[in-house]
């Protein structure tokens, strides 16, 4: 089954409760209803101020979104990715849906979810 963007009132959805940083466990999905959403967070490496990139995905129903935030000054976090040498990260980075599949099977394999310390 392939990837479908969450529609705007799924990701107005995804925006209540608490936050993934304080409860970064599986929560219930705005789309299927499965407890299956998933995210993972990284901070680009070139941005000119302190940004935070969040993939959040249903490992269910495989709908995702992306966004980008200001960096919340002193949390600090985990990433797996960042043991990747530059060529594996430009692999799994090459497209889209590689790239949440990837994340993806590392959450299966209990690499993810990121551990969060503010
Ligand atoms: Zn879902």
Redesign the pocket.
């Known amino acids: 089954m392939g990837w479908s963007s969450f529609s705007g009132d799924e990701v107005a959805a995804l925006t209540t409760g608490a936050s993934f940083f304080a409860e970064p466990g599986e929560r219930d ?1 705005p ?2 209803g ?1 407890r ?2 998933r995210a993972y967070v990284n901070s680009p490496a070139h941005a000119r101020r302190p940004t935070l990139v969040s993939h959040v995905w ?1 490992a ?2 495989r ?1 995702f979104v992306g966004s980008r935030s200001r960096h919340p000054a002193g949390l600090a976090y985990s990433d797996p990715l960042a043991l990747l040498t530059a060529e594996e990260r430009r692999d799994v980075e090459r497209s889209l849906t590689g790239f949440l599949a990837h994340l993806d099977r590392l959450w299966d394999e209990g690499v993810l979810p990121q551990a969060f310390a503010a």
């Open positions: 999905c789309a299927c499965r299956r959403l249903c269910a129903c709908k």
